[in-house]
Protein backbone atom coordinates (compact mmCIF):
# COMPACT_ATOMS: atom_id res chain seq x y z
CA UNK A 1 0.00 0.00 0.00
CA UNK A 2 1.35 3.45 -0.70
CA UNK A 3 1.40 6.77 0.82
CA UNK A 4 -1.46 8.19 -1.55
CA UNK A 5 -3.76 5.03 -0.97
CA UNK A 6 -3.60 6.23 2.78
CA UNK A 7 -4.20 9.58 2.02
CA UNK A 8 -7.09 8.79 -0.03
CA UNK A 9 -8.95 6.87 2.63
CA UNK A 10 -8.56 9.22 5.56
CA UNK A 11 -10.18 11.61 3.14
CA UNK A 12 -12.68 8.76 1.78
CA UNK A 13 -16.55 9.16 3.14
CA UNK A 14 -15.84 5.48 4.58
CA UNK A 15 -16.56 6.00 8.54
CA UNK A 16 -13.69 3.83 10.21
CA UNK A 17 -10.36 3.85 8.53
CA UNK A 18 -7.64 1.69 10.28
CA UNK A 19 -3.85 2.25 9.46
CA UNK A 20 -1.36 0.57 10.57
CA UNK A 21 1.77 2.75 10.53
CA UNK A 22 4.91 1.40 11.80
CA UNK A 23 7.25 4.39 13.67
CA UNK A 24 9.44 6.90 10.59
CA UNK A 25 6.72 5.86 7.87
CA UNK A 26 5.09 9.24 8.01
CA UNK A 27 1.88 8.28 10.26
CA UNK A 28 2.44 11.82 11.90
CA UNK A 29 2.42 13.58 8.69
CA UNK A 30 -0.65 11.50 7.12
CA UNK A 31 -2.72 12.41 10.37
CA UNK A 32 -1.76 16.26 10.56
CA UNK A 33 -2.31 16.87 6.70
CA UNK A 34 -5.23 15.09 6.70
CA UNK A 35 -6.53 17.73 10.00
CA UNK A 36 -4.95 20.61 8.12
CA UNK A 37 -7.29 19.64 5.00
CA UNK A 38 -10.55 19.50 6.75
CA UNK A 39 -10.51 21.44 9.76
CA UNK A 40 -11.06 24.58 7.34
CA UNK A 41 -14.92 22.97 6.83
CA UNK A 42 -15.44 22.01 10.09
CA UNK A 43 -18.20 24.95 11.14
CA UNK A 44 -19.12 25.56 14.86
CA UNK A 45 -17.65 21.68 15.42
CA UNK A 46 -13.71 20.92 15.61
CA UNK A 47 -11.86 18.07 14.77
CA UNK A 48 -10.76 16.16 17.52
CA UNK A 49 -6.77 14.62 17.84
CA UNK A 50 -6.06 12.08 20.52
CA UNK A 51 -2.89 11.46 21.71
CA UNK A 52 -1.67 8.96 24.48
CA UNK A 53 1.43 11.64 25.58
CA UNK A 54 1.79 15.41 25.92
CA UNK A 55 5.05 15.03 23.65
CA UNK A 56 2.64 14.13 21.05
CA UNK A 57 0.31 16.86 21.76
CA UNK A 58 3.18 19.17 20.92
CA UNK A 59 3.88 17.50 17.63
CA UNK A 60 0.79 17.86 16.25
CA UNK A 61 0.37 20.98 17.25
CA UNK A 62 3.22 22.10 15.60
CA UNK A 63 1.96 20.68 12.53
CA UNK A 64 -1.26 22.25 12.48
CA UNK A 65 -0.61 26.04 13.10
CA UNK A 66 -2.86 28.13 12.44
CA UNK A 67 -5.73 25.67 12.81
CA UNK A 68 -6.13 26.40 16.72
CA UNK A 69 -9.60 27.27 16.08
CA UNK A 70 -11.07 24.36 14.67
CA UNK A 71 -8.58 21.82 15.78
CA UNK A 72 -8.80 20.65 19.09
CA UNK A 73 -5.87 18.43 20.79
CA UNK A 74 -6.08 16.07 23.64
CA UNK A 75 -4.69 12.90 25.16
CA UNK A 76 -7.35 10.77 26.08
CA UNK A 77 -6.72 10.82 29.67
CA UNK A 78 -7.18 14.24 29.68
CA UNK A 79 -10.83 14.09 27.44
CA UNK A 80 -11.72 11.29 29.93
CA UNK A 81 -11.13 13.39 32.61
CA UNK A 82 -13.29 16.06 31.29
CA UNK A 83 -16.36 13.99 30.67
CA UNK A 84 -16.05 12.67 34.17
CA UNK A 85 -16.00 16.42 35.48
CA UNK A 86 -18.48 17.30 34.36
CA UNK A 87 -20.83 14.20 34.90
CA UNK A 88 -18.92 14.11 38.40
CA UNK A 89 -22.42 13.77 40.45
CA UNK A 90 -23.86 10.76 38.63
CA UNK A 91 -20.31 8.89 38.42
CA UNK A 92 -19.95 9.63 42.21
CA UNK A 93 -16.80 11.91 42.15
CA UNK A 94 -15.59 14.57 44.50
CA UNK A 95 -15.12 17.87 42.52
CA UNK A 96 -11.62 18.02 41.95
CA UNK A 97 -11.40 14.50 39.47
CA UNK A 98 -7.92 15.05 38.53
CA UNK A 99 -6.68 14.81 41.62
CA UNK A 100 -9.23 11.91 42.45
CA UNK A 101 -7.32 10.28 39.84
CA UNK A 102 -3.90 11.30 40.69
CA UNK A 103 -4.36 9.54 44.62
CA UNK A 104 -6.58 6.60 43.76
CA UNK A 105 -4.71 3.48 42.95
CA UNK A 106 -5.05 2.46 39.06
CA UNK A 107 -7.38 6.06 39.37
CA UNK A 108 -6.88 6.56 35.43
CA UNK A 109 -7.81 3.30 34.63
CA UNK A 110 -10.83 3.95 36.79
CA UNK A 111 -11.86 6.93 35.82
CA UNK A 112 -11.85 5.47 31.70
CA UNK A 113 -13.78 2.51 33.24
CA UNK A 114 -16.19 4.52 34.60
CA UNK A 115 -16.64 6.99 31.52
CA UNK A 116 -16.91 3.93 29.38
CA UNK A 117 -19.66 2.88 31.68
CA UNK A 118 -21.23 6.64 31.25
CA UNK A 119 -21.59 6.51 27.51
CA UNK A 120 -22.81 2.86 27.00
CA UNK A 121 -25.78 3.55 29.38
CA UNK A 122 -26.16 7.24 28.24
CA UNK A 123 -25.54 7.38 24.39
CA UNK A 124 -27.44 10.59 24.37
CA UNK A 125 -23.93 11.91 26.03
CA UNK A 126 -21.68 10.24 23.19
CA UNK A 127 -23.86 11.91 20.46
CA UNK A 128 -23.40 15.22 21.71
CA UNK A 129 -19.25 14.99 21.81
CA UNK A 130 -20.09 13.42 18.00
CA UNK A 131 -21.79 16.89 17.20
CA UNK A 132 -18.77 18.89 18.21
CA UNK A 133 -16.18 16.53 17.32
CA UNK A 134 -17.35 14.58 13.92
CA UNK A 135 -13.86 13.97 12.78
CA UNK A 136 -11.57 12.10 15.33
CA UNK A 137 -8.30 11.49 15.04
CA UNK A 138 -6.72 8.58 17.30
CA UNK A 139 -2.80 8.62 17.50
CA UNK A 140 -0.88 5.57 18.64
CA UNK A 141 -4.34 3.82 19.32
CA UNK A 142 -2.17 0.51 19.89
CA UNK A 143 -1.70 2.10 23.71
CA UNK A 144 -5.33 2.24 24.41
CA UNK A 145 -6.77 0.61 27.36
CA UNK A 146 -9.92 -1.65 26.75
CA UNK A 147 -11.91 1.49 28.31
CA UNK A 148 -10.08 4.03 26.60
CA UNK A 149 -10.93 1.89 23.23
CA UNK A 150 -14.19 1.70 23.96
CA UNK A 151 -14.73 5.54 24.62
CA UNK A 152 -13.33 6.16 21.15
CA UNK A 153 -15.83 3.61 19.78
CA UNK A 154 -18.93 5.21 21.45
CA UNK A 155 -18.19 8.39 19.25
CA UNK A 156 -18.11 6.20 16.07
CA UNK A 157 -20.96 4.54 16.93
CA UNK A 158 -22.56 8.11 17.43
CA UNK A 159 -21.68 9.73 14.17
CA UNK A 160 -18.31 10.44 14.51
CA UNK A 161 -15.68 9.94 11.58
CA UNK A 162 -13.11 8.20 13.38
CA UNK A 163 -9.51 7.47 11.77
CA UNK A 164 -7.19 5.17 14.17
CA UNK A 165 -3.26 5.21 13.59
CA UNK A 166 -1.99 2.45 15.51
CA UNK A 167 1.41 0.12 15.62
CA UNK A 168 1.43 -3.29 17.36
CA UNK A 169 4.32 -3.77 17.41
CA UNK A 170 5.07 -0.37 19.59
CA UNK A 171 2.36 -2.41 22.15
CA UNK A 172 4.75 -2.32 25.23
CA UNK A 173 2.96 -1.59 28.38
CA UNK A 174 3.45 -2.95 31.66
CA UNK A 175 0.37 -5.73 32.07
CA UNK A 176 -0.25 -9.40 32.10
CA UNK A 177 0.43 -12.00 28.88
CA UNK A 178 -3.87 -11.94 28.98
CA UNK A 179 -3.76 -8.05 28.72
CA UNK A 180 -1.46 -8.05 25.66
CA UNK A 181 -3.42 -11.28 24.09
CA UNK A 182 -6.87 -8.92 24.49
CA UNK A 183 -5.23 -5.96 23.09
CA UNK A 184 -3.88 -7.80 20.14
CA UNK A 185 -6.84 -9.38 19.51
CA UNK A 186 -8.96 -5.47 19.30
CA UNK A 187 -6.70 -4.68 16.74
CA UNK A 188 -7.14 -7.92 14.71
CA UNK A 189 -11.08 -7.06 15.44
CA UNK A 190 -10.50 -3.32 14.75
CA UNK A 191 -8.99 -4.24 11.45
CA UNK A 192 -12.02 -6.79 10.69
CA UNK A 193 -14.55 -3.85 11.53
CA UNK A 194 -12.65 -0.69 9.52
CA UNK A 195 -14.08 0.12 6.53
CA UNK A 196 -10.63 1.39 5.49
CA UNK A 197 -8.00 -0.65 6.23
CA UNK A 198 -4.54 0.30 5.19
CA UNK A 199 -0.48 0.13 6.21
CA UNK A 200 2.24 2.63 5.91
CA UNK A 201 5.42 0.98 4.80
CA UNK A 202 7.80 3.80 3.89
CA UNK A 203 10.51 4.41 6.20
CA UNK A 204 10.54 8.26 5.27
CA UNK A 205 12.79 8.87 8.48
CA UNK A 206 15.86 7.26 7.51
CA UNK A 207 15.20 8.46 3.91
CA UNK A 208 17.38 11.30 3.76
CA UNK A 209 19.77 10.44 6.31
CA UNK A 210 20.49 6.47 5.99
CA UNK A 211 18.20 4.75 4.17
CA UNK A 212 19.97 1.36 4.04
CA UNK A 213 19.41 1.59 8.30
CA UNK A 214 15.73 2.44 7.47
CA UNK A 215 15.45 -0.57 5.36
CA UNK A 216 17.21 -3.06 7.56
CA UNK A 217 14.87 -1.80 10.47
CA UNK A 218 12.05 -2.44 8.66
CA UNK A 219 13.07 -5.87 7.93
CA UNK A 220 13.73 -6.47 11.68
CA UNK A 221 10.31 -4.93 12.30
CA UNK A 222 9.16 -8.13 10.38
CA UNK A 223 10.94 -10.96 11.43
CA UNK A 224 9.98 -9.79 15.08
CA UNK A 225 6.33 -9.40 14.32
CA UNK A 226 6.50 -13.23 12.54
CA UNK A 227 8.29 -14.41 15.54
CA UNK A 228 11.82 -14.64 13.70
CA UNK A 229 15.22 -12.93 14.78
CA UNK A 230 17.12 -10.16 13.86
CA UNK A 231 20.14 -11.41 11.37
CA UNK A 232 23.10 -9.50 12.65
CA UNK A 233 25.57 -12.25 11.05
CA UNK A 234 25.57 -10.33 7.46
CA UNK A 235 24.42 -7.66 5.33
CA UNK A 236 24.50 -4.82 8.10
CA UNK A 237 23.62 -1.80 6.95
CA UNK A 238 26.24 1.78 7.35
CA UNK A 239 25.10 2.92 10.52
CA UNK A 240 24.84 -0.79 12.22
CA UNK A 241 27.69 -1.66 14.59
CA UNK A 242 27.17 -4.86 16.53
CA UNK A 243 29.76 -4.96 19.64
CA UNK A 244 30.18 -8.05 21.82
CA UNK A 245 30.48 -7.46 25.98
CA UNK A 246 29.30 -9.55 28.43
CA UNK A 247 27.66 -7.87 31.87
CA UNK A 248 29.55 -8.95 34.37
CA UNK A 249 27.67 -7.29 37.18
CA UNK A 250 26.63 -9.05 40.31
CA UNK A 251 23.33 -7.21 40.37
CA UNK A 252 20.18 -7.95 38.14
CA UNK A 253 19.93 -4.52 37.26
CA UNK A 254 23.72 -3.39 36.97
CA UNK A 255 26.20 -3.08 34.16
CA UNK A 256 29.57 -3.82 33.98
CA UNK A 257 32.15 -4.96 31.39
CA UNK A 258 35.63 -6.05 31.02
CA UNK A 259 37.76 -3.56 30.39
CA UNK A 260 38.83 -5.05 27.20
CA UNK A 261 35.55 -5.28 25.62
CA UNK A 262 34.38 -1.61 26.86
CA UNK A 263 36.85 1.27 25.24
CA UNK A 264 34.10 1.28 21.77
CA UNK A 265 31.02 1.38 24.50
CA UNK A 266 32.82 5.03 25.81
CA UNK A 267 33.94 5.79 22.21
CA UNK A 268 30.39 6.23 21.23
CA UNK A 269 29.42 8.12 24.42
CA UNK A 270 32.17 10.50 23.17
CA UNK A 271 29.99 11.30 20.28
CA UNK A 272 28.28 14.83 20.53
CA UNK A 273 25.16 13.36 20.71
CA UNK A 274 23.99 9.96 22.07
CA UNK A 275 20.59 8.36 23.48
CA UNK A 276 21.64 5.38 25.56
CA UNK A 277 18.58 2.59 26.03
CA UNK A 278 18.21 0.19 28.29
CA UNK A 279 15.01 -1.79 29.63
CA UNK A 280 14.95 -1.08 33.56
CA UNK A 281 14.68 2.08 35.43
CA UNK A 282 17.17 0.46 37.82
CA UNK A 283 19.22 -0.43 35.05
CA UNK A 284 19.38 3.44 33.80
CA UNK A 285 20.44 4.61 37.40
CA UNK A 286 23.64 1.60 37.31
CA UNK A 287 24.22 3.32 33.38
CA UNK A 288 24.27 6.71 34.99
CA UNK A 289 27.34 5.25 36.70
CA UNK A 290 29.08 3.01 33.91
CA UNK A 291 29.28 6.39 32.36
CA UNK A 292 30.65 8.39 35.18
CA UNK A 293 27.27 9.64 35.69
CA UNK A 294 28.25 12.50 32.44
CA UNK A 295 24.96 11.01 30.83
CA UNK A 296 21.85 12.59 32.58
CA UNK A 297 18.46 10.82 32.60
CA UNK A 298 15.66 11.78 30.65
CA UNK A 299 13.16 12.24 33.15
CA UNK A 300 10.10 12.58 30.20
CA UNK A 301 7.19 14.14 30.23
CA UNK A 302 5.30 12.19 33.34
CA UNK A 303 6.52 12.49 37.60
CA UNK A 304 4.74 9.50 38.54
CA UNK A 305 6.80 10.07 42.16
CA UNK A 306 6.16 14.13 42.22
CA UNK A 307 2.43 12.57 41.31
CA UNK A 308 2.79 10.40 44.07
CA UNK A 309 4.21 12.86 46.86
CA UNK A 310 1.60 15.16 45.93
CA UNK A 311 -1.47 13.03 46.31
CA UNK A 312 0.39 11.61 49.58
CA UNK A 313 0.90 15.48 50.94
CA UNK A 314 -2.73 16.03 50.48
CA UNK A 315 -3.97 12.66 52.02
CA UNK A 316 -1.40 13.40 55.43
CA UNK A 317 -1.67 16.86 55.90
CA UNK A 318 -0.94 17.30 59.31
CA UNK A 319 0.92 14.04 60.27
CA UNK A 320 4.27 14.63 60.21
CA UNK A 321 5.58 11.21 60.69
CA UNK A 322 3.65 10.39 57.45
CA UNK A 323 4.70 13.00 55.51
CA UNK A 324 8.24 12.23 56.38
CA UNK A 325 7.28 8.74 55.14
CA UNK A 326 6.07 10.27 52.18
CA UNK A 327 9.40 12.24 51.37
CA UNK A 328 11.48 9.36 52.14
CA UNK A 329 9.81 7.10 49.29
CA UNK A 330 10.19 9.88 46.87
CA UNK A 331 13.89 10.40 47.22
CA UNK A 332 14.25 7.10 46.52
CA UNK A 333 12.56 7.46 43.40
CA UNK A 334 14.68 10.35 41.92
CA UNK A 335 18.25 9.75 43.76
CA UNK A 336 20.36 7.13 45.24
CA UNK A 337 21.72 6.72 48.26
CA UNK A 338 19.25 8.16 50.59
CA UNK A 339 18.77 4.42 51.96
CA UNK A 340 16.88 3.95 54.77
CA UNK A 341 19.70 2.92 57.11
CA UNK A 342 21.82 5.55 56.16
CA UNK A 343 19.36 8.75 56.51
CA UNK A 344 16.09 7.98 56.22
CA UNK A 345 15.23 5.88 59.21
CA UNK A 346 16.52 8.71 61.04
CA UNK A 347 15.06 11.40 58.84
CA UNK A 348 11.26 9.82 59.88
CA UNK A 349 12.11 8.87 63.26
CA UNK A 350 12.55 12.95 63.97
CA UNK A 351 9.85 13.82 62.60
CA UNK A 352 7.99 11.22 64.88
CA UNK A 353 9.41 12.77 67.74
CA UNK A 354 9.02 16.41 67.06
CA UNK A 355 13.24 17.25 66.71
CA UNK A 356 13.01 17.38 70.42
CA UNK A 357 16.09 15.79 71.38
CA UNK A 358 19.78 17.19 71.15
CA UNK A 359 22.37 15.65 68.31
CA UNK A 360 25.27 16.18 66.55
CA UNK A 361 26.77 15.41 62.75
CA UNK A 362 24.81 13.47 60.07
CA UNK A 363 21.57 13.61 62.84
CA UNK A 364 21.56 16.96 63.46
CA UNK A 365 21.48 17.59 59.99
CA UNK A 366 18.88 15.36 59.42
CA UNK A 367 16.70 16.73 62.12
CA UNK A 368 17.31 20.11 60.97
CA UNK A 369 15.54 18.60 57.57
CA UNK A 370 12.89 16.87 59.42
CA UNK A 371 11.98 20.47 61.54
CA UNK A 372 10.63 21.84 58.39
CA UNK A 373 8.32 18.92 58.36
CA UNK A 374 7.30 19.12 62.09
CA UNK A 375 6.20 22.76 61.96
CA UNK A 376 4.57 22.98 58.80
CA UNK A 377 2.96 19.67 58.21
CA UNK A 378 1.98 19.74 54.87
CA UNK A 379 3.33 20.09 51.63
CA UNK A 380 4.96 23.42 52.06
CA UNK A 381 7.02 21.74 54.62
CA UNK A 382 7.58 18.98 52.75
CA UNK A 383 9.01 21.14 50.02
CA UNK A 384 11.20 23.24 52.43
CA UNK A 385 12.40 20.03 53.95
CA UNK A 386 14.01 19.06 50.16
CA UNK A 387 15.01 22.24 49.60
CA UNK A 388 17.25 21.94 52.79
CA UNK A 389 18.20 18.04 51.55
CA UNK A 390 19.43 19.60 48.40
CA UNK A 391 22.21 21.86 50.34
CA UNK A 392 23.26 19.51 52.32
CA UNK A 393 23.64 17.19 49.56
CA UNK A 394 25.77 19.98 47.38
CA UNK A 395 27.45 21.16 50.66
CA UNK A 396 27.62 18.54 53.44
CA UNK A 397 30.67 15.60 53.09
CA UNK A 398 28.03 13.27 55.69
CA UNK A 399 25.65 13.32 52.40
CA UNK A 400 28.20 12.87 49.49
CA UNK A 401 26.93 9.34 48.89
CA UNK A 402 23.48 11.01 48.06
CA UNK A 403 23.07 10.93 43.98
CA UNK A 404 20.31 13.15 42.36
CA UNK A 405 19.48 11.24 39.02
CA UNK A 406 15.95 12.98 38.61
CA UNK A 407 16.94 16.54 38.77
CA UNK A 408 13.81 18.21 37.23
CA UNK A 409 11.45 16.28 39.17
CA UNK A 410 13.26 16.99 42.24
CA UNK A 411 13.39 20.33 41.88
CA UNK A 412 9.72 20.48 40.70
CA UNK A 413 8.55 18.90 43.94
CA UNK A 414 10.75 22.32 45.67
CA UNK A 415 8.05 24.66 43.95
CA UNK A 416 5.14 22.68 45.30
CA UNK A 417 6.04 24.75 48.22
CA UNK A 418 4.85 27.73 46.14
CA UNK A 419 1.01 26.83 46.31
CA UNK A 420 -1.36 26.55 48.81
CA UNK A 421 -2.58 23.63 47.65
CA UNK A 422 -0.74 20.75 46.92
CA UNK A 423 -3.07 18.65 44.35
CA UNK A 424 -3.27 22.73 42.54
CA UNK A 425 0.47 22.71 42.63
CA UNK A 426 1.26 19.34 41.14
CA UNK A 427 -1.74 20.74 38.31
CA UNK A 428 -0.12 24.17 37.56
CA UNK A 429 3.51 22.35 37.57
CA UNK A 430 2.26 19.96 35.22
CA UNK A 431 0.79 22.31 32.73
CA UNK A 432 3.25 24.77 32.81
CA UNK A 433 5.87 21.05 32.12
CA UNK A 434 3.27 20.67 29.06
CA UNK A 435 3.80 24.09 28.02
CA UNK A 436 7.47 24.34 28.37
CA UNK A 437 7.79 21.27 26.37
CA UNK A 438 11.33 20.01 27.52
CA UNK A 439 13.43 18.76 25.26
CA UNK A 440 15.66 15.95 25.05
CA UNK A 441 19.72 16.83 25.43
CA UNK A 442 21.98 15.98 23.41
CA UNK A 443 23.06 13.19 25.23
CA UNK A 444 20.88 11.41 27.83
CA UNK A 445 20.04 7.67 29.30
CA UNK A 446 16.97 6.78 28.90
CA UNK A 447 14.32 3.20 29.54
CA UNK A 448 12.57 1.83 26.49
CA UNK A 449 9.55 2.92 26.95
CA UNK A 450 9.92 6.69 28.00
CA UNK A 451 11.63 7.03 24.64
CA UNK A 452 8.78 5.62 22.50
CA UNK A 453 7.68 8.88 19.81
CA UNK A 454 11.74 10.26 20.25
CA UNK A 455 13.97 10.03 17.34
CA UNK A 456 17.83 10.33 17.83
CA UNK A 457 20.65 10.44 15.46
CA UNK A 458 23.03 8.24 17.19
CA UNK A 459 21.25 5.24 19.69
CA UNK A 460 23.30 2.64 21.87
CA UNK A 461 21.14 -0.20 23.09
CA UNK A 462 22.22 -2.35 25.85
CA UNK A 463 23.01 -5.04 27.15
CA UNK A 464 21.37 -7.05 24.55
CA UNK A 465 21.17 -10.26 26.21
CA UNK A 466 18.50 -12.93 27.19
CA UNK A 467 17.96 -11.83 30.53
CA UNK A 468 16.25 -8.48 28.93
CA UNK A 469 15.42 -9.86 25.78
CA UNK A 470 13.54 -12.82 26.40
CA UNK A 471 11.18 -14.87 23.56
CA UNK A 472 8.00 -13.15 24.10
CA UNK A 473 6.14 -10.96 22.71
CA UNK A 474 6.57 -7.93 24.74
CA UNK A 475 10.32 -8.31 24.55
CA UNK A 476 9.95 -8.24 20.53
CA UNK A 477 7.95 -5.28 20.90
CA UNK A 478 10.54 -3.61 22.97
CA UNK A 479 13.60 -4.60 20.91
CA UNK A 480 11.72 -2.91 17.50
CA UNK A 481 10.98 0.31 19.73
CA UNK A 482 14.64 0.70 20.91
CA UNK A 483 16.15 -0.03 17.45
CA UNK A 484 13.76 2.22 15.73
CA UNK A 485 14.62 5.34 17.45
CA UNK A 486 18.10 5.76 15.58
CA UNK A 487 17.93 7.81 12.65
CA UNK A 488 21.58 7.69 11.81
CA UNK A 489 23.68 5.36 13.64
CA UNK A 490 22.81 2.24 15.99
CA UNK A 491 25.21 0.18 18.64
CA UNK A 492 23.39 -2.55 19.86
CA UNK A 493 26.03 -4.27 23.03
CA UNK A 494 25.33 -8.25 22.16
CA UNK A 495 26.32 -11.03 24.60
CA UNK A 496 27.17 -14.32 23.37
CA UNK A 497 27.17 -15.83 26.82
CA UNK A 498 23.45 -15.27 27.36
CA UNK A 499 22.73 -14.76 23.81
CA UNK A 500 19.11 -12.99 23.27
CA UNK A 501 16.91 -15.36 21.19
CA UNK A 502 16.02 -12.23 19.31
CA UNK A 503 19.31 -11.80 17.71
CA UNK A 504 20.68 -13.86 15.56
CA UNK A 505 24.92 -13.63 15.83
Partial sequence: MSDASVAEALRSDARLVVVEAPGGCGKTHQGASYA???APAMGSSRLLILTHTNAACDVFASRTRGHSRCVEIRTIDGLIAEIAA????????????????????????RLAQKVARLLTIHPAIARCMAWRYPIV??????????????IVMSLYHAGSRVRLFADPMQMIFNGTQAAHAAAEQRWVDLKAAADRF??????????????????WIMAARAALRDGGQVDLTTNLPPGLTVHVAENMSPQRTGFRVAANVSQPIYARANAQSLLVLTGQNDRVIALRGFFNRRLPVWEGHVREGLSSLAAHCAANRGNAEALARGTLA???????????????????QEAQQGCAK??????????AAARHIVETPDHRGVARALDHLRGLIADEAAFAEVRLHHHREFTEAIQLGRFDNADDGFAEIARRRTHSRPQLPAKAISTIHKAKGLEFDNVMLLPCDADNFSNTKASRNRLYVAISRATRALMLVVSR???SPLLKL
Fill in 198 to 215: EELDQPHRWANIQPALGT
Fill in 137 to 150: ICDEHQDASADQHA
Fill in 358 to 367: PCNGKPQHLQ
Fill in 330 to 348: FMQHVATGFSPTAFGNRFV
Fill in 497 to 499: ERP
Fill in 86 to 109: AYRAPLALPDDVGAWARREPQGYD
Fill in 36 to 38: CDF
